[in-house]
């Protein structure tokens, strides 16, 4: 069992997350079935065709990072 916080969060065991592939940016939403509450993920994979291509041009990520907060140094 898990507690609820007083937000009404809960945190989702580190075994659970990855059975689950969850990730930080994974969406999540919770369906009812019969007199139980069920957990459902959205595949990884949606989560990275959501991303895909915001780096086209051949930019790395370094590049891109200080592109957008200006160079470390």
């Known amino acids: 069992m898990f507690r ?3 937000k009404y969060q809960i945190t ?4 659970v997350r990855k059975d689950l592939g969850i990730i930080p940016g994974t969406d999540v939403g919770i369906t009812r ?4 509450y069920v957990l459902i993920v959205k595949p990884v994979k ?3 065709r959501k991303w895909r291509g915001r780096f086209k041009g ?9 592109e957008i907060r200006g160079k470390a140094g």
């Open 33 to 36: 079935k019969g007199d139980k």
């Open 4 to 6: 609820v916080t007083a």
């Open 12 to 15: 989702i065991p580190p075994e």
């Open 46 to 48: 949606e989560l990275k």
């Open 58 to 66: 051949g930019m790395t990520t370094d590049e891109y990072m200080n």
